[in-house]
């Protein structure tokens, strides 16, 4: 099952997970479920998607995800399993045709480096279309962002695999959305594209 469909308080838990599925719980344009999905269509594994309303979550949804927050996996056995960089290894693990991370510890280690720095860009895209809507100045949080963006360009070049994710999440409806809306992170995100 993958619906349009928000799931609020009140509304009735989906039925099981599909014997051969993995479920995702998520929200369309959060970032950290995006880096979830992206893991999933990259090996290509069958999924469905489950949108929380994570202004007004169901009970359910809490009782399963302690935090409370997308994205969280949930396997057919009832597994469950939460916060982004977790799922995208345990995805890794459980699939193994198409491995995204390198097997030597050091190369593990410098994809969850490039995550780290990625992640400190990530807020950029909030704070700054918020900023501009409340009709701050936000020249300096564009500074911020293009400085961070450079020195993730300027990491070194054994961070490739892990680049190429980020260039996905450029690309994804996270960051496409407040293109859209806002139009003025283009000329930031150019080079990264
Ligand atoms: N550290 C978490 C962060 C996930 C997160 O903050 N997700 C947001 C949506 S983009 C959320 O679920 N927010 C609901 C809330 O804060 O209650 C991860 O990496 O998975």
Not at 72 to 97: M, Q
Not at 109 to 127: C, D, G, I, N, R
């Amino acid at each position: 099952m993958t619906t349009e469909k928000c799931f609020a308080k009140g509304s009735v838990a989906p039925g099981p997970v599909p014997k051969d599925h993995i479920r995702l719980y998520s929200m369309r344009f959060c970032p950290f479920a995006q880096r979830a999905r992206l893991v999933l269509n990259a090996k290509g594994i069958k999924y469905d998607t489950i949108n929380i309303n994570l202004k007004d979550k169901p009970d359910w949804f809490l009782e399963k995800s302690p935090f409370g927050l997308v994205p969280t996996l949930e396997t057919p056995a009832g597994e469950v399993v939460y916060e982004s960089p977790i799922t995208c290894e345990y995805l890794d693990e459980v699939y193994p045709e198409k491995r995204l991370l390198p097997s030597n510890p050091f190369g593990k280690a410098q994809q969850k480096m490039m995550l780290e720095h990625f992640s400190k860009v990530t807020p950029y895209f909030y704070k700054i279309p918020t900023g501009r809507k409340n009709g701050e100045d936000v020249s300096g949080l564009e500074a911020e962002l293009k400085e961070k963006f450079t020195k993730l360009n300027e990491l070194p070049r054994s961070h490739t695999g892990a680049e190429e994710v980020v260039r996905a999440h450029v690309r994804g409806p996270c960051c496409q959305n407040h293109h859209a809306q806002h139009g003025h992170l283009q000329g930031l995100l150019q080079d990264l594209r």
